[in-house]
């Protein structure tokens, strides 16, 4: 039995290892380019919308992708175990502190992800022109 073959390792930054300070040179906005990729997808701006059910649906990883970003949609969340996400949410939202946390657990506890729903909120995001 031989080594086993590990993948390299490399840095990941998050958002406590990164600080935006002004610098010392002022530069021209037309001269600077501040894309990014991940493998043969490039992006206009470096931003990533959080994979998180309240902050990314569809609509807005639509909305995040024609600006240039990247919305990431939470596959193991709301939007993927519901018919009709938006009501969901609109309880969890609207519930009291004290109740929150029980009412968030029941909504994932008691209804399962749907292959259907993923597939249809993948189509609407390629759809919608982005992806």
Known sequence: MGIPQFKEVR???????????????????????????????????PIIASAMDAVVSPDTAILFGK?????????????????DA?????????????????LFQNAYAHEPVKEHLIGDCVRKIKKGGVT
């Open 11 to 45: 840095r990941a930054y998050g958002f406590d290892d990164v600080a935006i300070a002004p610098g010392a040179v002022t530069m021209n906005p037309d001269q600077t380019d501040i894309a990014w990729s991940i493998g043969e997808h490039k992006f206009k701006i």
């Open 67 to 83: 600006m240039g970003g990247l919305g990431v949609l939470n596959l193991d969340g709301v939007w993927t175990r519901y018919e």
């Open 86 to 102: 938006r009501e969901v949410l609109a309880e969890l939202t609207s519930a009291p502190l004290d109740k929150a946390t029980p």
